[in-house]
């Protein structure tokens, strides 16, 4: 399994970016997944998860209801559409499982977010 995450870049605070994810393999469907960040000097945090189908999502409460997680399992691909974004958003965001690690144990490179004030 591989993880490809795009869509990070730089922006103004305030602004919005949408990040994709392409999960290669046949399991991306029946896993529920998540969206992670490390910022500088700090551990790995879950953002938001979504189950399986779709129907049920959870979100870290930095981010509730500026961050919108949604998949897509026909195209294997993971979205994190992210409005009214701060500079505390800055970080590398990856996807994964949720819980992290049931598809291999791997990371992708992740994308950049950084939020200028």
């Known amino acids: 399994v591989q993880f490809a995450e795009s869509g990070g870049g730089l922006v103004q605070a305030g602004g919005s970016l949408r990040l994709s994810c392409a999960v290669s393999g046949s399991t991306f469907s029946i896993n529920d997944m998540g969206w992670y960040r490390r910022a500088p000097g700090k551990e790995r945090e879950l953002v938001a998860a979504?189950?399986?189908?779709?129907?049920?999502?959870t979100y870290a409460d930095s981010v509730k209801g500026r961050f919108t997680i949604a998949r897509d399992n026909g195209k294997n691909t993971l979205y994190l559409q992210m409005n009214s974004l701060k500079p505390e958003d800055t970080a590398v965001y990856h996807c994964?499982?949720?819980?992290?690690?049931?598809?291999?144990?791997?990371w992708g490179q992740g994308t950049q977010v950084t939020v200028s004030s």
């Open positions: 994964n499982s949720f819980p992290a690690g049931l598809m291999g144990g791997y």
């Open positions: 979504i189950a399986s189908r779709g129907g049920s999502t």
